[in-house]
């Protein structure tokens, strides 16, 4: 990777890329904002681009690519830039290509219960399109600004995906630019589908390393006709997560199962200026039940309180008001920017474990605050085994915060592999996380890997050093 002799971007270049697109969508050195060095999680890394371009259509980012491809210019592409692991800033600088002008909703295909979009739809457009449309788009990751595009190519999951599943299971087909300018189309509007390799399913979650997503086809479902949640306190950690495995073996079908410890929940509440309706547990679970019927329901809430009593719940709270919903969910939303607001600087990682092994990790997690001195904050989408674990600096030396997090994420992602876990479960990998996942899959994978990106992009001008270096 670091062999390769990019071109650096001159005033031709630029030239070129307005007369491709158009001069008003095209900044170039100080017109550049300082929005678009970084993601969500500057922690892992800004870089500035050499210039941004604000493509409109598929034959644009056609172009851009042709003329990229012909003179080795790395293509970072962004969405919303919302993304929690850096895949989106150009640390390699050149042309940082940005989809949130593809806005449109295209078509709705209700035969086939699908919806054509371009790439910088948001999340919460989509689903609201839906509900006016009477379906329902179930995917709902926790930042409700970041684009259809962003998460098809980092997988996002978030906090239904127990019930519903992750983005990947609503994508039906693609339209993708090739690193050589080629426009093509990976899957179809079919239902099921053997010909040939499927390459649909490689690119999502390829973090924009192998083409550019210019136009989505999504899956849309019926809509749930209820949906309550269950705020359930615990006296400890390991009675709260080790009820979930009674969850997953049951039929009760949880459409969520979220855990947040008692600190967490303070600083979101703090955050937000809200009160949860209970506040003094050690830990809590949120459960979400979807339903066709009030009756249906209300009986798996039944039986799903009854299992957390027998785990040690202290209580159940029954939130089926959409005033007492939004209260529970929006201080669960908030945990992430709250946590960033309680602290000087911060670390995350989002490993995924078997559900059976949730409580396990978790404990073992809490083992390294002692350890490393460090403030860390174990929670998340307890239902997929997902956690998501923030590091604190707080008033602790920033050379020895620096010492001491690539060490504890060493023995933390070291334990996951150990209990059949992976790196990430919905961040991805970026630019933050491609040491763990050399170090997880080992040289015959990384190599594997190669021979894709090298299929897909010879010249290795897609975001460059992101999941792979
Ligand atoms: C408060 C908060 C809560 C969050 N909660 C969740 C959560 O619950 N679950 C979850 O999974 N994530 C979550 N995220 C992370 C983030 O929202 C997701 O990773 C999201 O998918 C990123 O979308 P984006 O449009 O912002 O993409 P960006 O950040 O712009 O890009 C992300 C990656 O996708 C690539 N990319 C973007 N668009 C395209 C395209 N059209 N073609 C090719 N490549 C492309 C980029 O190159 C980059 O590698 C959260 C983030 C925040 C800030």
């Known amino acids: 990777m670091s062999e390769i002799l990019y071109h650096t971007i001159t005033d031709a270049d630029v030239e070129y890329l307005r007369s491709v697109t158009s001069p008003d969508r095209v ?8 929005d678009y060095h970084h993601d969500e999680m500057p922690d892992f890394g800004t870089h500035a681009p050499d210039v941004v371009v604000q493509a409109l259509t598929t034959k644009e980012v056609s172009a851009i690519m042709k003329y990229a491809y012909a003179h080795t210019i790395p293509v970072t592409s962004r969405g919303a830039g919302t993304g929690l692991s850096g ?17 449109k909703i295209l078509e709705w295909d209700l035969d086939n219960m699908t919806v054509v979009v371009e790439p910088g739809v948001l999340v919460m457009e989509l689903a609201n399109a839906a509900i006016e449309k009477g379906v329902f788009y179930p995917p709902e990751p926790g930042e409700k600004t970041a684009s259809i595009g962003g998460n098809v190519m980092t997988n996002a999951g978030g906090m239904k995906a127990v019930g519903y599943g992750v983005t990947r299971n609503y994508v039906v087909s693609m339209e993708v630019v090739m690193p050589n300018g080629d426009i093509l189309q990976f899957g179809s509007n079919v239902a099921k589908n053997t010909s040939g390799y499927n390459l ?20 849309v479902v019926p809509q749930p006709k209820v949906s309550y949640t269950l705020l359930v306190p615990y006296p400890t950690l390991d009675s709260c997560v080790g009820t979930v495995p009674s969850f997953i073996n049951s039929n009760l079908n949880p459409t969520a199962i979220e855990y947040m410890p008692k600190s967490l929940l303070d600083d979101a509440e703090y955050y937000l200026n809200k009160i949860m309706p209970h506040k003094t547990a050690n830990s809590y679970l949120i459960l979400m039940f979807d339903g066709t019927s009030t ?17 040690g719940a202290e209580d159940v709270f029954l939130c089926n008001t959409d005033e007492r919903k939004e209260a529970v969910w929006s201080v669960r939303g908030a945990a992430l920017e709250a946590l960033k607001a309680s602290t000087t600087d911060m ?60 060490q504890c994420m060493k023995e933390l992602y070291a334990k996951a592999k150990e209990f059949g876990g992976q ?47």
């Not at 009756?295 to 009854?306: F, S, W």
């Open 27 to 34: 900044f170039y050195g100080e017109e550049i904002e300082y």
């Open 87 to 103: 895949g989106a800033v150009p640390f390699f600088g050149g042309i940082l290509l940005c989809l949130d002008k593809m806005n």
């Open 200 to 219: 649909k399913e490689l690119v999502v979650g390829s973090e924009g390393t192998l083409c550019i997503a210019t136009k989505l086809r999504m899956r």
């Open 295 to 311: 009756e249906d329901v209300e009986r798996r809430c039944d039986e799903a309180a009854a299992i957390c009593l027998e785990h």
């Open 347 to 406: 670390d995350e990682c989002d490993i995924v474990v078997p559900r059976n092994r949730i409580a396990d990790f978790s404990r073992f997690a809490d083992t390294m605050m002692e350890k490393y001195g460090l403030r860390i904050s174990i929670q998340g989408h307890a239902g997929d085994g997902n956690m998501h674990i923030q590091l604190m600096r707080d008033d602790m030396d920033k050379a020895i915060f620096e010492k001491n997090c690539p």
């Open 423 to 469: 790196v990430s479960g919905e961040h991805g990998i970026g630019r933050a996380r491609v040491a763990a996942l050399e170090e997880h899959m080992g040289p015959e994978m990384i190599a594997l890997f190669n021979g894709i990106k090298n299929a897909f992009d010879p010249k290795r001008i897609m975001n460059p050093g992101k999941v792979i270096r």
